[in-house]
C-alpha cells in the first residue's frame, strides 16, 4: 500500500495550520496568594467594602495603597482589585508604571499583553509579549502573532508561511494556553514537513480529543512504519466516531463530514493489516468497507457541499478507496478485481491522477505478450487451449491508447506535471523511440515547459534526467541536474556546487539530494555521495542524550541499496551488511530482496563466513531463480 500521507492529500491531512484563534480565554488569573504581610488586611478590607457594594470606599483605599513602594505581586493583588472595581484605566496604568521598574517581569508582561489583547493593539501586544515565548503564559505571545498575520488584510499568506521552525513553539505554546489538541498537531505538522520524525512524536498527546485526532496520529503513526500503533490508533478513532455519530447535537450538519471520516479509518486500517501480514483481517475490512460504501445514499456520495477539513471530500476519499483496493488485488494477483476497480475508478473519477497513472500501468502491463514455450504453441497451433492457456486468454485487458486518451482528457481540463510525465512514460514505452527520436523528445519537452533560465517544475526536470541517463548521456544529464538545481534553489554560481547544496539541504527535495549523490558516486567522490546517501536514508536525532540513526520511512530502496554498495566498497562491512539486510527486509519487490541477499552474500564470502554466505544465496536464489550471479557463486561456495 501505498503511503497514507500520500494517499489523502499529503501536507493537506493536516488540520489547523491557523486556525480560528480560540484560546483568549485561557489567560491566567491573577489571584496569586500576596505573601507581603504588611498589605493582607488592607487587601482583605477592600474585599469586604467590594462585598458589600462600598465601591467609593474600596477605591480611596486601593488609592491611598497604590501610592506606597510595593513589589510586583503586591501591586498585581491591586491590579485584580481596580479590575473588579471597573477602573480599567487605573488598572493599565499600575501595570504600565510596574513595567518600566521590572520590565522582564514574566507575570507583569503577561497582564500587560492581554490587556493590549482584548483592546485589540495587536502590534503592541506582539512586541510586549514576545519575551513570553516558551513560558508558562507563551499562549499569550502565540494568539499574538497569529492574529498578527490573520488579522493583517494586506498580506498575503500562504501555508509554508506557517510551517516555520520557529512555528513550533507558538503552536506548542497555544496548546499549553488552550488544552487543544490541535496545536499538538500543528506542531507535529512542522517537524514532519522537515523530516524531524522524532520531534515530531514528542507531542504525542496522552489521549485523543476526537476521532479527527485519533485519525491524525494514525496517519503519522502509519506514514513511520509503525503499523501496530497505527492500528490501535485507528480502532480508537472508529471508537471514538461511533460516539460522535451516537450524539444527536448537530450530527445533521456533521454527518456527510462523519461518513467520510469513517471511510477513511476503515480503508487506513485496512492497509495497517496489510502490512502487519494479518491478510484475513485486511480483506474482512476491504470487503466490510466496500459492503458500507454501497449502503450510503446517493445523495451523500456525490453531493457538491460535502467538504471537510483539509479539502477532501467524499469522492476523494472513495476514490482512493476504490485505487487501494484495486492495488491490493493486483497484490494478490487477482487481475480481473483489479480491473474492474480500475475501470470504476477511472469512469467516477476522470481526473484522478493516481488512479489514471495506475489504468495506464494496467493497461501497459496487461498488453506485454506472453511468450508461450514451444509445446503450448504446438497446442495453439492444433486448436487447443489448457486451463492456463483460457485463464491467460481471457484476462481483462485494456488498450494502452485507451488509457493514453483519458490522460489527455484530464491533462485538457486540469494541469497536472506528475500526470503529464506519466502519460510521456507511457507514450516512451509503447512507442519504441530511436535514441536520436527520444532524445530529441526530451529537449522539446523541456523547451515546452521551462519556467525560466534553466527552471522547470521538478516533475520535468526528473523526467529529463533520467531520460538523458537511459541514453547513457551522463555527463548532460549532470549539467542539466545540476543547473537546474542550482536554479531551483538560487544557489550562488561562484561557489562550489555541493558546498551550496549542504547549506540549502534541507530545503531540497529528498529525490533531488538522491540524483545528487548519485552523480557525486558516479565521480568518485565516495565520502561526499555517501555523506548525501545517508542524509536521504537516515534520520538523525538526540534521544536520552545519545545520538540514534534510524531508517527514514521515506527512503528509497534504490538509495539503500546505494549506500549499502558505498559502504562495502570503503571496507565499512558492518554497516552495509546492516543495510542490506534492512533493505531486503523493507522491499516489497522480490528482485530487489534477491539482489540485497546476493551482495550480503558476497560480503559473507568477503569475510570467511561461508556458511551465512551460503545462506544468504539461497534465499537469494529461491526469491529470484533468475539471479544468475547469484546461482553461480552459490554453486562455487557449495563446490
Known sequence: MKSSLKHYGSCKIFLMIVAAVMFCGCFFSCSKNITVSSLTGTLDEVDRYIIQGQSEAALKLLVKTDKKSLPPVARLGIYRRYVKLGETARAEKLIKSCLKKNPNDKQLLAVYSSILLKKKNIKEALSVSKKLSGTEYGSLYAEALLRSRLENADAVYSFDDFCSDDYVQVYFDAYSGSKDNRWLRNCAVVN???????????????????????????????????????????????????????????????????????????????????????????????????????????????????????????????????????????????????????????????????????????????????????????????????????????????????????????????????????????????????????????????????????????????????????????????????????????????????????????????????????????????????????????????????????????????????????YSSTKQKSEALALYGKTASLSQNLREKSEALYRVGILYNEMDKVEDAIKSLKYSVYLNPDHSRARLLLAKLKG
Open 192 to 566: 514532519l514537513i522537515k523530516g524531524k520524525t522524532e520531534q515530531a512524536f514528542a507531542v504525542y498527546p496522552k489521549t485523543f480529543q476526537d476521532s479527527t485526532d485519533a485519525y491524525f496520529w494514525s496517519l503519522v503513526t502509519y506514514d513511520n512504519k509503525k503499523f501496530v500503533d497505527a492500528a490501535e490508533n485507528l480502532k480508537t478513532a472508529m471508537t471514538l466516531l461511533d460516539r460522535e455519530l451516537a450524539d444527536e447535537y448537530d450530527l445533521k450538519r456533521n454527518i456527510h463530514i462523519k461518513r467520510n471520516l469513517n471511510l477513511k479509518i476503515r480503508a487506513l486500517l485496512a492497509d495497517s493489516y496489510i502490512n502487519l501480514s494479518e491478510e484475513k483481517l485486511a480483506e474482512k475490512e476491504r470487503n466490510s468497507l466496500l459492503e458500507y460504501i454501497t449502503t450510503l445514499e446517493d445523495e451523500a456520495l456525490n453531493s457538491g457541499d460535502i467538504n471537510i477539513a483539509g479539502g477532501i471530500s467524499s469522492d476523494d476519499v472513495l476514490s482512493i478507496i476504490y485505487l487501494n483496493s484495486a492495488v491490493w488485488a493486483l497484490s494478490r494477483d487477482d487481475l480481473k478485481g483489479a480491473y474492474n476497480l480500475l475501470s470504476f475508478c477511472v469512469q467516477h473519477w476522470p481526473d484522478f491522477v493516481p488512479g489514471l497513472i495506475a489504468y495506464g500501468n494496467y493497461a501497459y502491463n496487461s498488453n506485454q505478450l506472453k511468450l508461450d514455450d514451444p509445446m503450448t504453441q504446438e497446442l495453439r497451433k492444433l486448436g487447443i487451449r489448457s486451463m492456463d492457456m483460457e485463464a491467460y486468454d481471457e484476462l481483462p485487458k485494456i488498450p494502452v491508447e485507451d488509457a493514453i486518451a483519458r490522460m489527455e482528457d484530464s491533462l485538457g481540463r486540469f494541469k497536472n506535471f506528475e500526470l503529464y510525465v506519466a502519460k510521456l512514460d507511457l507514450e516512451d514505452k509503447i512507442q519504441n523511440y530511436s535514441d536520436k527520436a527520444y532524445y530529441g523528445k526530451i529537449y522539446n519537452t523541456i523547451e515546452r515547459n521551462t519556467l525560466g533560465t534553466n527552471l522547470y517544475p521538478p516533475e520535468i526536470a526528473r523526467y529529463a534526467v533520467h531520460g538523458l541517463l537511459m541514453l547513457d548521456r551522463k555527463e548532460e544529464a549532470e549539467s542539466l541536474f545540476n543547473l537546474y538545481i542550482s536554479s531551483r534553489y538560487q544557489f550562488d554560481d561562484q561557489k562550489n556546487f555541493y558546498d551550496e547544496l549542504f547549506i540549502h539541504i534541507h530545503e531540497i527535495q529528498k529525490w533531488e539530494v538522491e540524483y545528487a549523490a548519485w552523480f557525486a558516486a558516479e565521480a568518485g567522490k565516495a565520502k561526499l555521495a555517501c555523506q548525501l546517501y545517508e542524509f536521504v536514508v537516515f534520520n538523525e536525532y538526540i534521544k536520552d542524550s545519545k545520538k540514534v540513526r534510524e531508517i527514514s520511512p521515506r527512503a528509497s530502496i534504490s538509495a539503500m541499496m546505494n549506500l549499502s554498495m558505498i
